[in-house]
């Protein structure tokens, strides 16, 4: 049995970026199939994630959930290559599109787009996607990819500085605007931030973790 198991649902896309940085640090984990149906019952609430979400991480009797501290703990408690720059300013760097992916990126892209998109595959608000919803999410991930794309102007292939948990994390969110129509408007108009994000989703740990959805 792996001394790594992570509890998270198939389509969480902060699933899939624990799953990353497991596999660029090469740890062996075993994987909890969360059903969405279960995050709100007393058992998730008690013994994954006290908010009803996905991942969770359990190692050798440490259970940690929040995508940004899972990340920070398994580059930082195992070997392998560092995923956080030792550069104040890199660092902080990273730091910073963590927290907009958290604040900013997820609501709009997974949160607006990608959950009404693809709604009547998957069940999300009664199978009934919200085109205003949807419209209104366009202007406001075309900023963010204006403010990646501003960050990857001087020729620079990542983020911050070498490829970090910013990279991880921003690319985790952003590639599942390939699954929508808006996919030709938003990306296919900034070949920067697409080939940035070929560079990063291409990593062997990306082909690792990656689900295939089935549609
Ligand atoms: N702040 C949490 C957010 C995790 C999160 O929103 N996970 C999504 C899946 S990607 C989830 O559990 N959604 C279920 C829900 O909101 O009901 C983290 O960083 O881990």
């Given at each position: 049995?792996?001394?790594?198991?992570?509890a998270?649902?198939?389509?969480?896309?902060y699933g899939?970026?624990?799953?990353?940085?497991?596999?660029?640090?090469?740890?062996?984990?075993?994987?909890?199939?969360?059903?969405?149906?279960?995050?709100?019952?007393p058992?998730?609430?008690?013994?994954?994630?006290?908010?009803?979400?996905?991942?969770?991480?359990?190692?050798?009797?440490?259970?940690?959930?929040?995508?940004?501290?899972?990340?920070?703990y398994?580059?930082?408690?195992?070997?392998?290559?560092?995923l956080?720059?030792?550069?104040?300013?890199?660092?902080?760097?990273?730091?910073?599109?963590?927290n907009?992916?958290?604040?900013?990126?997820?609501?709009?892209?997974?949160?607006?787009?990608v959950?009404?998109?693809?709604?009547?595959?998957?069940?999300?608000?009664?199978?009934?996607?919200?085109?205003?919803?949807?419209?209104?999410s366009?202007?406001?991930?075309?900023?963010?990819?204006?403010?990646?794309?501003?960050?990857?102007g001087?020729?620079?292939?990542?983020?911050?500085?070498?490829?970090?948990?910013?990279?991880?994390?921003?690319?985790?969110?952003m590639?599942?605007?390939?699954?929508?129509p808006?996919?030709?408007?938003?990306?296919?108009?900034?070949?920067?931030?697409?080939?940035w994000?070929?560079?990063?989703?291409?990593?062997?740990?990306?082909?690792?973790?990656?689900?295939?959805?089935?549609?």
């Open positions: 049995m792996a001394d790594c198991i992570l998270a649902s198939k389509m969480s896309s899939l970026a624990a799953r990353v940085v497991l596999e660029e640090k090469g740890v062996p984990y075993e994987r909890i199939a969360v059903d969405p149906a279960e995050l709100d019952s058992r998730h609430l008690a013994e994954v994630h006290p908010f009803g979400k996905v991942p969770a991480l359990y190692h050798q009797g440490f259970h940690i959930y929040e995508t940004a501290a899972i990340a920070r398994v580059d930082e408690a195992f070997d392998g290559p560092a956080q720059p030792d550069d104040v300013k890199a660092h902080a760097t990273m730091q910073k599109w963590i907009i992916t958290g604040q900013y990126i997820y609501p709009a892209v997974i949160g607006d787009l959950m009404q998109r693809l709604a009547p595959k998957i069940g999300a608000f009664d199978g009934v996607m919200n085109e205003e919803v949807v419209a209104g366009v202007p406001v991930i075309s900023h963010q990819l204006d403010l990646i794309g501003q960050a990857l001087d020729g620079a292939d990542f983020l911050a500085g070498d490829f970090s948990l910013a990279d991880i994390f921003v690319a985790t969110m590639q599942y605007i390939a699954l929508t808006e996919n030709d408007e938003l990306l296919g108009s900034r070949p920067t931030i697409a080939e994000l070929q560079r990063v989703t291409s990593r062997p740990s990306y082909k690792a973790a990656a689900y295939d959805f089935g549609f």
